[in-house]
């Protein structure tokens, strides 16, 4: 049974970096790809990025290129930065697995990240 | 980017009707090579993230209820839940995943009558 389970600050200020890591249990991170999607209180959700455990990335440009996205192998891991957030970076923030054709099969829990100082 | 509009925004319906949601896309999500449509349904319950229902707009993922299906093609797609259970309430969204960004519809929420 894959499970993800993500974490990070329960706040970030204005201005700063946000930083989450999703932990991937029950399967490797290797051969698949994996995405960060955020979904703002009370709205939809918003692809933010994707990488491959190759090391192929793709963002979404409304971001401008606040947003990465890695993966630590070593400890099962995916992690996101997105610099210089504001009040509309207040979101919840799930990691998901996506298979190969763009749908995600497996998501974690989500953590809500408020942005305010 | 693709936009995706699910209509209506909410609705409810009784205990045992049939529930119908539409998702239109401002492009063709269907490949030619393929011949797939590349549109997912996801189902999210109040406190939880999506799970996963449909993909290439009409497969079922495994262990999901029967009486959810997906219908459409091309830009107009339509999630039909044929037997509404208490269980089945929710917000359901439709995603593309033939253009990057990948991109979701607005969601729509299911309640009981």
């Known amino acids: 049974q894959v499970q993800l389970q993500e974490s990070g600050p329960e706040q970030v200020k204005p201005s700063a970096t946000l930083s989450l890591i999703c932990t991937v249990s029950g399967d490797s991170i290797t051969g698949y790809y994996w995405s960060w999607i955020r979904q703002p209180p009370g709205k939809g959700l918003e692809w933010i990025g994707y990488?491959?455990?190759?090391?192929?990335?793709r963002y979404n440009p409304s971001l401008k290129s606040r947003a990465s996205i890695s993966l630590d192998t070593s400890k099962n891991q995916l992690s996101l930065k997105v610099t210089s957030v504001t009040a509309a970076d207040t979101a919840v923030y799930y990691c998901?697995?996506?298979?190969?054709?763009?749908?995600?099969?497996?998501w974690g829990q989500g953590a809500l990240v408020p942005v305010s100082s | 980017d693709i936009v995706m509009t699910q209509s209506p925004d909410s609705l409810a319906v009784s205990l045992g009707e049939r529930a119908t949601i539409n998702c239109k896309s401002s492009q063709s999500v269907l490949y030619n090579s393929n011949n797939k449509n590349y549109l997912a349904w996801y189902q999210q319950k109040p406190g939880q993230p999506p799970k996963l229902l449909i993909y290439?707009?009409?497969t079922r993922e495994s262990g999901v209820p029967d009486r959810f299906s997906g219908s459409g093609s091309g830009t107009d797609f339509t999630l039909t839940i044929s037997s509404l259970q208490a269980e089945d309430v929710a917000v359901y969204h439709c995603?593309?995943?033939?253009?990057?960004?990948?991109?979701f519809g607005q969601g729509t929420k299911v309640e009981i009558k």
């Open positions: 990488i491959h455990y190759s090391g192929t990335t």
């Open positions: 998901a697995r996506l298979t190969d054709h763009g749908w995600c099969s497996y």
């Open positions: 290439w707009a009409s």
């Open positions: 995603q593309q995943h033939l253009f990057f960004p990948y991109t």
